[in-house]
């Protein structure tokens, strides 16, 4: 059989494996999953002015805040656990042309010199000819046809993996952003804390001012003077122990965007004191804007391809396999008609027992599968209680901002007029002390309040997906060929 013959041969070998390709293993359905048919807590309520974002992924530009616009567009370039999770998506995407390079052939060259000197028995004189030289140059193919799909499968579930990465990274980028907003947010209501116990000193300093007066005029104990005292140095020390909390916020803020906290701050600034909401959308629309529903479903197709993966091993593989060369003692002539050595071959392998193994194996794959499906659900379940809790806040929320306005105006009220009556000399110090700390009280729970729906405005968001939408995802086929070579 000469060589042209043995390629001839071996081509049509090659042509008929390549026509009998299958993928063996399940090909995947995406999993169901339980979609409300809509949202409990949206009832009759309805968000006042709704606003919708100001592009896909600007979220944030809902509450019109250039300060928050401004940190927030640092962290795509700036934070370092993003920078992480991206490294992860770009290594996935080398997997899948790791799996691809499997549909190729591999080629391979060698090239040796050797000089030998044969073994010469005792008592024999040495020859010339016990000296032996050889040179070879030799290239080899061998490719193994993916009959049975394994590298199919192997390739498709690596392309679901990657778009699950591409799916995490845009989940850790939005669960970073919502933790900014918040976390700016909170210290935007330490700004207006301290702004509030800043008029609160003044005004008991105008309290302790009339005490005094009163006191001098012989028309108020002493007593009354101590504590306003005592009173006016509680909210100085209030005062003080804001900058704490705003202090440790404004460091978490530094570490967000990728700075230390030396090199950043914040400048106090007034809040604006609307809460925007976004549009919610129907229940369904929810399992293409969630990119953390995207990634669970996406391992879960991965995870479905490998089961073909592992079934493939119970059949035979066939490896096609050749190379050609040149030998002669000398370099000088070696690629020589004379010189060819070459072979070429196929080879058929096939396991016939392995106690258990690839048994195992599928099991293990299917498993992997199951639990990757289960995974998926609760994520939806996940999902739509997030935005059923943050709907419920914004409504209860909202309520009782509304009783809460109306008690801070009353508690103005009543202060004002105790402060008057006590000049006059018709009510004791006590009534006076008594409505100031139920004013400060009440201009407190307003502000946490406030902070709440700001807090719960950042979640819903969040729970929505944000800008994000997995039409955004590329497609598997933008991760390179859906299958092998064409048959």
């Given at each position: 059989m000469n060589l042209s013959r043995s390629i001839r041969i071996l081509t049509g070998m090659a042509a008929l494996s390549l026509t009998a390709c299958i993928s063996v293993g399940p090909d995947y359905q995406r999993p169901t999953a339980a979609v409300a048919q809509s949202y409990k807590e949206l009832g009759e309520w309805k968000p006042i002015e709704p606003k919708a974002a100001a592009s896909d992924l600007a979220w944030w530009s809902i509450y019109n805040d250039p300060v928050l616009d401004g940190l927030e567009r640092q962290i795509a370039v700036s934070n370092e656990s993003l920078k992480a999770t991206e490294a992860s998506y770009r290594q996935a995407l080398e997997i899948v042309e790791e799996n691809r390079a499997g549909y190729g052939p591999t080629v391979t060259a060698n090239a040796s010199g050797q000089r030998s000197h044969a073994y010469t028995p005792l008592g024999a004189s040495p020859s010339s000819s016990s000296i032996q030289n050889q040179v070879t140059a030799s290239l080899g193919a061998s490719w193994a046809p993916d009959i049975w799909g394994k590298i199919r499968r192997a390739v498709e579930s690596s392309k679901a993996s990657a778009q699950a990465s591409a799916a995490d990274l845009a989940a850790a980028r939005l669960s970073l952003q919502s933790t900014l907003a918040t976390d700016y947010f909170a210290l935007r209501i330490d700004d207006e804390l301290k702004h509030?116990?800043?008029?609160?000193?003044?005004?008991?300093?105008?309290?302790?001012?009339?005490?005094?007066?009163?006191?001098?005029?012989?028309?108020?104990?002493?007593?009354?003077v101590i504590t306003a005292e005592t009173q006016l140095l509680g909210e100085q020390a209030q005062l003080i122990s804001v900058g704490v909390q705003r202090a440790q916020l404004e460091h978490a803020i530094a570490v967000l965007i990728g700075k230390t906290?030396?090199?950043?701050?914040?400048?106090?600034?007034?809040?604006?004191?609307?809460?925007?909401?976004?549009?919610?959308?129907?229940?369904?629309?929810?399992?293409?804007?969630?990119?953390?529903?995207?990634?669970?479903?996406?391992?879960?197709?991965?995870?479905?391809?490998?089961?073909?993966?592992?079934?493939?091993?119970?059949?035979?593989?066939?490896t096609l396999s050749g190379s050609i060369g040149f030998v002669n003692t000398a370099l000088g002539g070696l690629f020589q008609t004379s010189n060819e050595v070459w072979s070429l071959g196929p080879q058929l392998a096939e396991t016939l027992f392995d106690s258990g193994l690839r048994h195992a194996q599928v099991g293990a794959a299917r498993a992997a599968y199951d639990g990757a499906v289960a995974t998926y659900r609760q994520t939806v379940l996940a999902a739509f209680q997030q935005v059923e809790d943050?709907?419920?806040?914004?409504?209860?929320?909202?309520?009782?901002?509304?009783?809460?306005?109306?008690?801070?105006?009353?508690?103005?009220?009543?202060?004002?007029?105790?402060?008057?009556?006590?000049?006059?000399?018709?009510?004791?110090?006590?009534?006076?002390?008594?409505?100031?700390?139920?004013?400060?009280?009440?201009?407190?729970?307003?502000?946490?309040?406030?902070?709440?729906?700001?807090?719960?405005?950042?979640?819903?968001?969040?729970?929505?997906?944000?800008g994000w939408d997995s039409a955004m995802l590329a497609e598997a086929s933008s991760y390179g060929p859906t299958s092998g070579p064409s048959h």
């Amino acid at each position: 059989m000469n060589l042209s013959r043995s390629i001839r041969i071996l081509t049509g070998m090659a042509a008929l494996s390549l026509t009998a390709c299958i993928s063996v293993g399940p090909d995947y359905q995406r999993p169901t999953a339980a979609v409300a048919q809509s949202y409990k807590e949206l009832g009759e309520w309805k968000p006042i002015e709704p606003k919708a974002a100001a592009s896909d992924l600007a979220w944030w530009s809902i509450y019109n805040d250039p300060v928050l616009d401004g940190l927030e567009r640092q962290i795509a370039v700036s934070n370092e656990s993003l920078k992480a999770t991206e490294a992860s998506y770009r290594q996935a995407l080398e997997i899948v042309e790791e799996n691809r390079a499997g549909y190729g052939p591999t080629v391979t060259a060698n090239a040796s010199g050797q000089r030998s000197h044969a073994y010469t028995p005792l008592g024999a004189s040495p020859s010339s000819s016990s000296i032996q030289n050889q040179v070879t140059a030799s290239l080899g193919a061998s490719w193994a046809p993916d009959i049975w799909g394994k590298i199919r499968r192997a390739v498709e579930s690596s392309k679901a993996s990657a778009q699950a990465s591409a799916a995490d990274l845009a989940a850790a980028r939005l669960s970073l952003q919502s933790t900014l907003a918040t976390d700016y947010f909170a210290l935007r209501i330490d700004d207006e804390l301290k702004h509030l116990y800043e008029q609160t000193v003044k005004a008991y300093e105008e309290t302790l001012e009339i005490t005094r007066n009163q006191f001098e005029a012989g028309t108020a104990a002493e007593t009354d003077v101590i504590t306003a005292e005592t009173q006016l140095l509680g909210e100085q020390a209030q005062l003080i122990s804001v900058g704490v909390q705003r202090a440790q916020l404004e460091h978490a803020i530094a570490v967000l965007i990728g700075k230390t906290p030396d090199q950043f701050s914040i400048v106090p600034a007034e809040l604006a004191r609307v809460v925007p909401v976004v549009p919610v959308g129907m229940p369904s629309t929810l399992l293409e804007r969630r990119p953390d529903i995207a990634a669970a479903e996406r391992a879960a197709a991965a995870a479905s391809a490998q089961i073909g993966v592992a079934t493939a091993a119970y059949y035979p593989s066939i490896t096609l396999s050749g190379s050609i060369g040149f030998v002669n003692t000398a370099l000088g002539g070696l690629f020589q008609t004379s010189n060819e050595v070459w072979s070429l071959g196929p080879q058929l392998a096939e396991t016939l027992f392995d106690s258990g193994l690839r048994h195992a194996q599928v099991g293990a794959a299917r498993a992997a599968y199951d639990g990757a499906v289960a995974t998926y659900r609760q994520t939806v379940l996940a999902a739509f209680q997030q935005v059923e809790d943050e709907l419920a806040a914004l409504r209860i929320l909202e309520q009782q901002e509304e009783v809460l306005k109306r008690t801070v105006e009353s508690a103005r009220e009543a202060v004002r007029l105790t402060v008057y009556q006590y000049e006059a000399g018709t009510v004791a110090y006590t009534s006076v002390v008594t409505v100031q700390a139920i004013a400060l009280s009440d201009e407190q729970n307003l502000l946490t309040t406030l902070g709440s729906q700001l807090s719960a405005s950042v979640a819903l968001v969040a729970a929505l997906g944000g800008g994000w939408d997995s039409a955004m995802l590329a497609e598997a086929s933008s991760y390179g060929p859906t299958s092998g070579p064409s048959h």
